[in-house]
């Protein structure tokens, strides 16, 4: 895969997930957001293969919590993982980018027997869906930016998975996928998926996997997605 393809999904998920706080500096693109306890909306990420992690420290030393650094991508940032390693940070959350075209994904996902309901808010009714699949409900995705879908399929009125949609520059990023466990391999996932890719104006589509979760790396490898770089966390 191309290094500016790449760094633009590295943008675009910047764009599509929430922080309250997103800062240039020095290097990096420091985020921080106290109500969604969550890596990404809480690390820096490396513009610059030189950055000085003193300038990550300092941030998070200013707001009282630990400095993450989100390795991205893992690839070409080996020189920066080792040096954080030889400053005592250590590697969390191995994770997997994956990505496809709109059309391809269309075509793999068949048309659904389910009902998939899109919501352009977390709406109660799509934040009670998550907690009935077994998801939890997070504080803080009304500050994803338009245009964003959050997805509820449904069988007899019943909600059997969820998922979240959010567009920029020119990718669809798929959030929050999960379905109820008595629902597995029964489609769901193809049905948001393709409610998701119906919806969005993107011609391109990415989404995130733990690199260990071999299981959910098969079923979207199924549905046409590659891998286009990995990233883990590094934690001090």
Known sequence: ?????????????????????????????LRHCPLLPRRRSNS?????????????????????GPAIVQVSPLDERSDLDALLAGRGYRAEAPTMIMRTEREALLRACPPPSFGVRLDDS??????????????????????????????TAVH??????VGMFAVADGWCGVYGMRTDSRWRRRG?????????????????????????????????????????????????
């Open 1 to 29: 895969m191309r290094t500016s393809d790449t760094f633009e999904i590295e943008r675009a998920a910047v764009a599509t997930w929430p922080a309250t706080t997103v800062e240039r500096r020095d290097g990096w693109l």
């Open 44 to 64: 820096a990420l490396p513009l610059d293969p030189l950055a000085d992690p003193e300038v990550v420290e300092r941030f998070y030393a200013e707001r009282s």
């Open 122 to 151: 977390p709406a109660p009714r799509w934040l009670s869906a998550v907690a009935d699949v077994g998801g939890r409900p997070e504080p803080s995705l009304d500050r994803v930016p338009a245009p964003v879908a959050f997805a």
């Open 156 to 161: 007899d009125g019943v909600a059997v998975g």
């Open 188 to 236: 769901v996932a193809g049905a948001l998926l393709r409610a998701g890719a119906e919806w969005a104006s993107a011609e391109r589509v990415f989404l995130q996997v733990e690199t260990d979760n071999s299981v959910a790396r098969s079923r979207y490898e199924s549905l046409g997605f590659i891998r286009a770089h990995a990233y883990h966390y590094r934690v001090r």
